[in-house]
Every structure is written in structure tokens, then in C-alpha cells.
């Protein structure tokens, strides 16, 4: 199977920064899509955004212009750099990614557990 294992999270003070990475593993033969989202208790979850396996990003509105998400496939990993971060943005992050298990073609969706972050004073 394939695992997708979060980490970088914690706590920062409004206007600091983070970084987190999500490092797939297991039988990978190839990476498409990988996205950030993030959930609040009570609410749904909510797309931050993705990444395509040639790099294309795309935002929601809420993050645009203070994150940046960015990948290295031979590494099998995605990056979520978050600046500027505001109480608003406390939520357990989570990653997701299609994997392409086999050279058939065989693909579906797997997710992480989950990095609490955490923006107060």
C-alpha cells in the first residue's frame, strides 16, 4: 500500500511562518496530483490547494499570495511553506495524493493523518 506521512506542524505566533512536508512511501510507480487541505473541528474540510506532477499550483482564495505549495518527485514529497499566518489559519493539515500504483495504470486517492497547526499568542 502507499503512505502519506505529514509533518511540520505546531505552534507560531500570528505573522510567523511554517513549513510542512508530506513524504509518500510504499508501492508508488508514479505521482499525480498532490493537494493540501485542512479541517477545523465542526467544519468540513476545506481545500488550501494543489499541485500537479509538472508543477502547476493552484490556491484557494483564503491562502493566495501566503502559501506556496511545491514538490520534488524523486523524493515522493510535497511542501506546504506558509507565511504571514494569521489565527484563521489553525487547523489540522492534511495531504492527499493520487498515486499510480502499477504500470497498468491502477490509481486512487490516499491521505494523510493529519499535522495540527496551531496560530496564536
Known amino acids: 500500500q502507499v503512505q502519506l506521512v505529514e509533518s511540520g506542524g505546531g505552534l507560531v505566533q500570528p505573522g510567523g511562518s511554517l513549513r510542512l512536508s508530506c513524504l509518500a512511501s510504499?508501492?508508488?510507480?508514479?505521482?499525480?496530483?498532490m493537494g493540501w487541505y485542512r479541517q477545523v473541528p465542526g467544519k468540513q474540510r476545506e481545500l488550501v490547494g494543489t499541485i500537479t506532477s509538472g508543477g502547476d499550483t493552484r490556491y484557494s482564495e483564503s491562502v493566495k499570495g501566503r502559501f506556496t505549495i511545491s514538490r520534488d518527485n524523486a523524493k515522493n514529497t510535497a511542501f506546504l511553506q506558509m507565511n504571514s499566518l494569521e489565527p484563521e489559519d489553525t487547523a489540522v493539515y492534511y495531504c492527499?495524493?493520487?498515486?499510480?500504483?502499477?504500470?497498468?495504470?491502477?490509481?486512487?486517492?490516499?491521505w494523510g493523518q493529519g499535522t495540527q497547526v496551531t496560530v496564536s499568542s
Open positions: 510504499g508501492r508508488i510507480f508514479s505521482i499525480d496530483g
Open positions: 492527499n495524493a493520487w498515486v499510480v500504483t502499477n504500470v497498468e495504470g491502477a490509481r486512487r486517492d490516499f
